[in-house]
């Protein structure tokens, strides 16, 4: 157990125990909860000066399930510090993250539930990093199904992690405009590939299947995608992992100019287009797998009703049956209610 000067607080760090409001008396974080940089700034603006910290290590004898959590939030300050950099010009120093990199790949490889670990992560106001998190580990999680070495592994995951550091590039009044882009915003949209692969070739330490998977991500098995309008085996996998990684966090996530969707419709969403633009091997590989997660899950149903996943069809992963209080709903044959939302 450390005292810690709140001013040297670090996301990773862990709670010792329950942090208070020093007026109200109201608990602000409970103990043995990892500190992120929201709840680093929450602790400073009530004036609190120091609080009690554990040992990592020590923690994590007594909750290894902790270490992925710890791992991301650490990797996740390292990595906004490596962004608000390329915004001003800087260049990206791989030394800075690989390590924490390579501690997230490795407990990665341990998990299967990323999915339900995701949700637990810290939200952040700025899209375009928490989401190129999220498809860095998605795509990770695929490579591990697909039985990637550890070395493609991390090619993959800074490729995931840097598909999206181009719109660093682009007016954040494109980025984050909350109506539908004119021609002229969207074919600005379309050069960010360009400007991450252009970053990402000169980066020392980063391979050419990173800067691939970065320039691709956007192209479509049909040939219809952008910015080369590339088909099928001109496609590195690199870029067909992110592409589908790309659209389920996208689409599962809230925009500024929609609400996020269901995964199951994602799910179906995806489905349907592993028969048009995206890879149907790397697809159907992310979607089998996925859907295992999602037993146990609380989820809330389109007429209002609460219930609990049950069972996963097989054949129809995006197909569940739920229960209900006592009773079953199988969405292999309901028609009329939708599963809109997971609560947990």
Request: net charge neutral.
């Amino acid at each position: 157990m450390m005292l810690v000067d709140v001013s040297n607080l670090k996301p990773g760090m862990v709670v010792n125990k329950d942090v208070e409001n020093l007026k109200t008396g109201v608990i602000l974080v409970k103990g043995g909860t990892v500190l992120n940089r929201r709840l680093i700034l929450l602790i400073r603006n009530m004036g609190i000066r120091k609080i009690e910290t554990l040992d990592e290590e020590i923690f994590l004898e007594d909750h290894p399930e902790e270490r992925l959590i710890i791992n991301y939030e650490i990797l996740s300050d390292k990595t906004e510090k490596i962004f608000n950099d390329i915004k001003f010009g800087k260049k990206i120093l791989i030394s800075e993250i690989s390590e924490e990199m390579d501690m997230l790949i490795n407990e990665l490889i341990k998990k299967n539930n990323v999915l339900g670990r995701l949700r637990e992560l810290e939200e952040r106001d700025d899209y375009t990093f928490n989401h190129s998190l999220n498809v860095c580990m998605l795509s990770t999680m695929i490579g591990k199904w697909l039985g990637y070495s550890k070395v493609e592994l991390k090619q993959l995951s800074m490729s995931g992690l840097f598909h999206d550091i181009g719109k660093l590039k682009i007016s954040d009044d494109i980025i984050n405009k909350p109506g539908k882009l004119t021609e002229e915003e969207f074919e600005i949209i379309k050069k960010h590939p360009i400007y991450g692969y252009d970053y990402i070739k000169e980066t020392i330490g980063i391979s050419n299947n990173v800067a691939l998977g970065v320039l691709q991500h956007h192209e479509r098995e049909d040939g219809k995608g952008y910015p080369y309008g590339l088909k099928k085996d001109k496609i590195h996998e690199f870029a067909k992992i992110i592409a589908v990684c790309d659209i389920y966090d996208a689409m599962t996530s809230d925009r500024v100019y929609r609400k996020k969707q269901s995964p199951f419709i994602v799910a179906e969403h995806l489905g349907e287009e592993c028969f048009k633009n995206l890879d149907p091997k790397i697809t159907r590989v992310f979607l089998d797998n996925i859907s295992k997660f999602y037993v146990g899950n609380i989820v809330r149903l389109s007429n209002g009703d609460i219930g609990e996943i049950v069972y996963i069809h097989p054949q129809a992963s995006t197909k569940p049956i739920v229960k209900v209080k006592n009773r079953f709903i199988d969405f292999l044959n309901e028609q009329d209610v939708k599963i809109i939302d997971i609560i947990k």
